[in-house]
């Protein structure tokens, strides 16, 4: 079996290439039907603006996430729009990592379950945060089971 960096690689070009698509799909096929950008995704990086500015993220209307979200997503303003599908997605794919190094080598295997997962990948280059958080658990997780001198890292 390849490594887990090398299947970690692969899943970040599917990433990639699946924000191209929904970039391409947004404006092409979308026509006055759903797009492929999640909305709340939209409503975070106008957010944004306002940190930018010194004011709070809730001044946008239906914003009802952490404000540290809005100023991850601020580089979506003069970066890239898609800073923040990145960032999920390379979340995602540290997901697929995290099992893989919590799980005993003879199980490691699994972590490709994560890794080649259409939902998560589409959730994440939809611009959906939830990588995020499942990449916070599992690194308490995984701290966790390094050693008892790191177990403070958990939480």
Same mark, same amino acid.
């Given at each position: 079996?390849?490594?887990?960096? &090398?299947?970690?690689?692969?899943?970040?070009?599917?990433?990639?290439?699946?924000?191209?698509?929904?970039?391409?799909?947004?404006?092409?096929?979308?026509?006055?039907?759903?797009?492929?950008?999640?909305?709340?995704?939209? #409503? &975070?990086?106008?957010?944004?603006?306002? &940190?930018?500015?010194?004011?709070?993220?809730?001044?946008?209307?239906?914003?009802?996430?952490?404000?540290?979200?809005?100023?991850?997503?601020?580089?979506?303003?003069?970066?890239?729009?898609?800073? +923040?599908?990145?960032?999920?997605?390379?979340?995602? #794919?540290? &997901?697929?990592?995290?099992?893989?190094?919590?799980?005993?080598?003879?199980?490691?295997?699994?972590?490709?379950?994560?890794?080649?997962?259409?939902?998560?990948? #589409?959730?994440?280059?939809? +611009?959906?945060?939830?990588?995020?958080?499942?990449?916070?658990?599992?690194?308490?997780?995984?701290?966790?089971?390094?050693?008892?001198?790191?177990?403070?890292?958990? +939480?």
């Amino acid at each position: 079996m390849a490594s887990l960096i &090398v299947h970690a690689i692969v899943s970040l070009i599917i990433h990639i290439l699946l924000i191209l698509y929904g970039e391409f799909y947004d404006k092409d096929l979308a026509g006055d039907g759903p797009l492929y950008t999640d909305i709340d995704y939209r #409503v &975070v990086t106008d957010a944004s603006k306002y &940190v930018l500015q010194n004011e709070s993220p809730y001044r946008r209307t239906t914003y009802r996430y952490t404000p540290l979200l809005a100023y991850l997503l601020t580089p979506n303003l003069f970066l890239d729009e898609h800073w +923040g599908k990145l960032i999920f997605s390379i979340c995602d #794919v540290f &997901v697929g990592l995290l099992i893989g190094w919590i799980l005993p080598i003879q199980q490691q295997k699994y972590a490709l379950i994560w890794f080649y997962n259409p939902m998560s990948a #589409v959730i994440a280059t939809r +611009g959906s945060y939830e990588s995020i958080v499942a990449v916070i658990v599992l690194a308490m997780l995984y701290n966790a089971k390094q050693s008892n001198e790191r177990t403070w890292l958990t +939480g």
